[in-house]
């Protein structure tokens, strides 16, 4: 029900653009949200936005990097990310969330889509 897409390699202080397709019925009135994957590391909230996208959530590592967006009418949030770091590597996971609003909390976000690898070399 998500299909996430747009991970690749990319240097140091480049960027990349996620998109995560969702289906319609799991998605248009609730918040949906990224988060992220290191190896060996917990998976951990990068941003999140609120159904009509009117509300925008970040993590403080990725604040004023990274921007989330949706187009309801695609049923599909991105996530544009500028200056990109080696510690940004990591594999991205899209999520639907169980309310409308935005929110970081792991257990608030009810569909997952399968990951896309992002890879920031120095």
């Known amino acids: 029900q998500l299909q996430a897409s747009g991970g690749g390699l990319v240097q140091a202080g480049g960027s990349l653009r996620l998109s995560c397709s969702a289906s319609r019925r799991t998605s248009s009135n609730n918040g949906m949200g990224w988060f992220r994957q290191a190896p060996g590391k917990e998976r951990e909230f990068v941003a999140g936005i609120s159904w009509s996208g009117t509300n925008t959530l970040y993590a403080d590592s990725v604040k004023g990097r990274f921007t989330i967006s949706r187009d309801r009418a695609k049923s599909t949030v991105y996530l544009q990310m500028n200056s990109l770091k080696p510690e940004d590597t990591a594999v991205y996971y899209c999520?639907?969330?169980?309310?409308?609003?935005?929110?970081?909390?792991?257990?608030?976000?009810?569909?997952w889509g399968q990951g896309t690898l992002v890879t920031v070399s120095s």
């Open positions: 999520a639907v969330r169980r309310y409308a609003g935005s929110g970081s909390s792991r257990s608030d976000y009810a569909y």
